[in-house]
T-cell receptor
Framework: GENVEQHPSTLSVQEGDSAVIKCTYS??????FPWYKQELGKGPQLIID?????GEKKDQRIAVTLNKTAKHFSLHITETQPEDSAVYFC????????????FGKGTRLSVIA | ETGVTQTPRHLVMGMTNKKSLKCEQH?????MYWYKQSAKKPLELMFV???????ENNSVPSRFSPECPNSSHLFLHLHTLQPEDSALYLC???????????FGDGTRLSIL
């Protein structure tokens, strides 16, 4: 089955710097890759997603890139702010659509003011 | 406000108790999910319902029993749980199984 690896497990950056979180997946048929942000005491919230027919997607300070050949995708956060501090999860939809997501283990991001 | 409401937010129970977790979604979605979130582990999918029919059960112990009476409500009935069942239980919904999932804020369950 699908396996999603996420790195790093923890990440600390200075406010204003960029943060990058990387994920790899094993099932080449996966075609949907969402990213979730989970703040303390809350459930995961979808922040951005990408499908396999595009290589990059951007939404203000957040961007996601996908390399299908290498089977990896990354989350980029620019100009980080303290409110970006949270746990971030990547996920992949194995066997393409209509199948449940497989999640990475999460990255705890701390933005230091 | 995510559109997915879970109650209770916290639950402490003994191993011999019976309790139920409730999830309600106000998004008009057709698929609902139960996940278990434990420390330092990936989110574990427990059950998937699509149009009120269970379509996936990821080898979850029988002490967890789901119920989906309609497309807006999902329950997780608990009985004779073990200490290792202590975790955050998350409910999610999506328009279809291939659409993005929206999560509730979870029920923090502690088994004494």
């Amino acid at each position: 089955g699908e396996n999603v690896e996420q790195h790093p497990s923890t990440l600390s950056v200075q406010e204003g710097d960029s943060a990058v979180i990387k994920c790899t997946y094993s099932d080449s048929a996966s075609n949907y890759f969402p990213w979730y942000k989970q703040e303390l005491g809350k459930g995961p919230q979808l922040i951005i997603d990408i499908r396999s027919n595009v290589g990059e997607k951007k939404d203000q300070r957040i961007a996601v890139t996908l390399n299908k050949t290498a089977k990896h995708f990354s989350l980029h956060i620019t100009e980080t702010q303290p409110e970006d501090s949270a746990v971030y999860f990547c996920a992949a939809s194995p066997r393409g659509g209509n199948t449940p997501l497989v999640f990475g283990k999460g990255t705890r991001l701390s933005v230091i003011a | 406000e995510t559109g997915v409401t879970q109650t209770p937010r916290h639950l402490v129970m003994g191993m011999t108790n019976k309790k139920s977790l409730k999830c309600e979604q106000h998004l008009g979605h057709n698929a609902m999910y139960w996940y278990k979130q434990s420390a330092k582990k990936p989110l574990e999918l427990m059950f998937v319902y699509s149009l009120e029919e269970r379509v996936e059960n990821n080898s979850v112990p029988s002490r967890f029993s789901p119920e989906c009476p309609n497309s807006s409500h999902l329950f997780l009935h608990l009985h004779t749980l073990q200490p290792e069942d202590s975790a955050l239980y998350l409910c999610a919904s999506s328009q279809t199984r291939s659409q993005p999932q929206h999560f509730g804020d979870g029920t923090r369950l502690s088994i004494l």
